[in-house]
């Protein structure tokens, strides 16, 4: 039987707004991953520390308050800084096309804007399923 997949998501910040986060979190419970979710007004090493916890495959950022240039190279270098560079962090949330690019170059490996289908999330975390399984 092979291993589950085991995913973050969390809300770093500020931002209040979690709809878009609690649905991403069931939709990728009810296609089988193991998923926990940190709730609002997270830190980034609040976020690392349950992910380390957790043993996390992935980490899921989620945020509409316009800090993501911020928070989200914040959490990929707190994972770096302890040891856990293999966790694969992806964001989502109102982030302008023009930040994408910058995000991506910190680490952020997938950033899905508003609209997004849960299947192109699935497709991302399966294309990179091999990579953290085997680690």
């Known amino acids: 039987m092979e291993r589950k997949i085991r995913i973050l998501i969390a809300k770093p910040g500020l931002d209040g707004h979690d709809r878009g986060a609690k649905y991403i979190a ?12 940190t709730g609002i007004r997270q830190s980034p090493e609040s976020i690392v520390r349950t992910a380390l916890q957790e043993d996390v495959d992935f980490v899921g950022l989620s945020l509409l308050s316009g800090a993501h240039n911020e928070l989200f190279p914040a959490v990929v270098d707190e994972l770096q800084r302890q040891g856990a560079q293999d966790v694969v962090v992806f964001g989502g949330g109102v982030i302008p096309d ?8 910190k680490g952020v490996e997938a950033v899905f804007t508003p609209g ?4 192109a999330v699935i497709d991302f975390i399966e294309a990179n399923r091999e990579r953290v399984v085997s680690r």
């Open 98 to 105: 023009s930040d994408i690019a910058y995000l991506r170059d």
């Open 26 to 37: 069931r939709a990728l419970k009810d296609a089988g991953y193991e998923v926990i979710y």
């Open 116 to 119: 997004t289908s849960i299947s």
